[in-house]
C-alpha cells in the first residue's frame, strides 16, 4: 500500500515568515512529486513539481525532494494571507501508474 | 481553454437512487481520472482511463459504482444504488501522457440523505 505522509495541522505563521510543509512517502520507487493547493470549496490546482533531488524554486515557492530520505517538502516565502490553503503532497512512480494525494496539511497565515 | 467541465456542481439525492456525475477532460489530454474526497479519507482514486480505455478500476468502492468514457471528450461515474455514505466531493482530473500534474475539475459535491 503506497503511502504518502503529511501533518494535518493546522500550521500557522504570521505574514511575511516562511512557511515549511513536509511530506513523507513510503514507495521507493516513486519518481516525481507535486505539490498541489485547496482552497477551501475549491479545486486542487498545482503549484509546482519536482523530479530530481535538491531544491527547485518558483516565485516564493521552493520544492525540496531528498530521495534517499523519502521526503519532500515546500518551503513559501514571505506568507501572504492569500497563502492561507491545504497543501496537497502528491507522489508518483515511474511509467503508467496514477498520482498517490497525501491527507493534506492546512495553513493559516496570520496578518 | 475551458478546462476541466464537471457537471453538475452539486446533487443532492436520496438513498437508493441513482446518481450520474459527468466530465469534460481538456481537449488532447488522453488520461482522465475520477478521485473522491472526504475529510477522514483525503483524496481517493477510483478509476482511471488512458484513451478512453479502462486502465485501474481497483479504487471503485464498490459494484454499485461504474465508469465509463465513450469518446475523448466525456466521461460518467455512476452510483447505483446510492447510499449516505457515498456523499463526498467527486473530482474529475485529466493529464497529457499521465507523467505531468493533473488539472481538476471543480468538483460535484454529493450529497445522499
Known amino acids: 500500500q503506497k503511502e504518502v505522509e503529511q501533518n494535518s495541522g493546522p500550521l500557522s505563521v504570521p505574514e511575511g515568515a516562511i512557511a515549511s510543509l513536509n511530506c513523507t512517502y513510503s514507495?521507493?520507487?516513486?519518481?516525481?512529486f507535486f505539490w498541489y493547493r485547496q482552497y477551501s470549496g475549491k479545486s486542487p490546482e498545482l503549484i509546482m513539481f519536482?523530479?530530481?533531488?535538491g531544491d527547485k524554486e518558483d516565485g516564493r515557492f521552493t520544492a525540496q525532494l531528498n530521495k534517499a530520505s523519502q521526503y519532500v517538502s515546500l518551503l513559501i516565502r514571505d506568507s501572504q494571507p492569500s497563502d492561507s490553503a491545504t497543501y496537497l503532497c502528491?507522489?508518483?512512480?515511474?511509467?503508467?501508474?496514477?498520482?498517490?494525494f497525501g491527507k493534506g496539511t492546512r495553513l493559516s497565515v496570520i496578518a | 481553454d475551458a478546462g476541466v467541465i464537471q457537471s453538475p456542481r452539486h446533487e443532492v439525492t436520496e438513498m437508493g437512487q441513482e446518481v450520474t456525475l459527468r466530465c469534460k477532460p481538456i481537449?488532447?489530454?488522453?488520461?482522465l481520472f475520477w478521485y473522491r474526497q472526504t475529510m477522514m479519507r483525503g483524496l481517493e482514486l477510483l478509476i482511471y482511463?488512458?484513451?478512453?480505455?479502462?486502465?485501474?478500476d481497483s479504487g471503485m468502492p464498490e459494484d454499485r459504482f461504474s465508469a465509463k468514457m465513450p469518446n475523448a471528450s466525456f466521461s460518467t461515474l455512476k452510483i447505483q444504488p446510492s447510499e449516505p455514505r457515498d456523499s463526498a466531493v467527486y473530482f474529475c482530473?485529466?493529464?497529457?501522457?499521465?507523467?505531468?500534474?493533473?488539472?481538476f475539475g471543480s468538483g460535484t459535491r454529493l450529497t445522499v440523505v
Open positions: 482530473a485529466s493529464s497529457v501522457l499521465g507523467i505531468y500534474g493533473y488539472t
Open positions: 514507495d521507493r520507487g516513486s519518481q516525481s
Open positions: 519536482i523530479y530530481s533531488n
Open positions: 502528491a507522489v508518483k512512480e515511474l511509467g503508467n501508474t496514477p498520482l498517490v
Open positions: 481537449s488532447g489530454h488522453d488520461y
Open positions: 482511463f488512458n484513451n478512453n480505455v479502462p486502465i485501474d
